[in-house]
Nanobody
Framework: QVRLVESGGGLVQPGESLTLSCAAS????????MRWYRQVAGKEREWVAA????????NLADSVKGRFAISRDDSKDTVYLEMNNLKIEDTGVYYC???????WGQGTQVTVSS
């Protein structure tokens, strides 16, 4: 059974940092590209970052380039999203996506507020 479990969200002030984690199980993590998305209530889910299965290629949405970084640890079947210099507009529920069936985690809330 494919399972993706996000963690690391929270309430922070503008300019602060958070690192999200997504622990995967139930599929061959080393063979799967992984992605992060986010969603604000009332809006469509937005792609944020992606990393290839071998970790060689990473891509970020323009809105987060220079502030966010995606990485993976295949020994832990975990993908990370490091978020720096957070802005109020980064607020949302962050979801992990990947696996053979393009599965989703349950999401973790990130709130940036002064």
């Amino acid at each position: 059974q494919v399972r993706l479990v996000e963690s690391g969200g929270g309430l922070v002030q503008p300019g602060e940092s958070l690192t999200l984690s997504c622990a995967a199980s139930g599929f061959s993590f080393i063979n799967s590209a992984m992605r992060w998305y986010r969603q604000v209530a009332g809006k469509e889910r937005e792609w944020v970052a992606a990393i290839t299965s071998d970790g060689r290629y990473r891509n970020l949405a323009d809105s987060v380039k220079g502030r966010f970084a995606i990485s993976r640890d295949d020994s832990k079947d975990t993908v990370y999203l490091e978020m720096n210099n957070l802005k109020i507009e980064d607020t949302g529920v962050y979801y992990c996506n990947g696996g053979p069936d393009n599965s989703w985690g349950q999401g973790t809330q990130v709130t940036v507020s002064s």
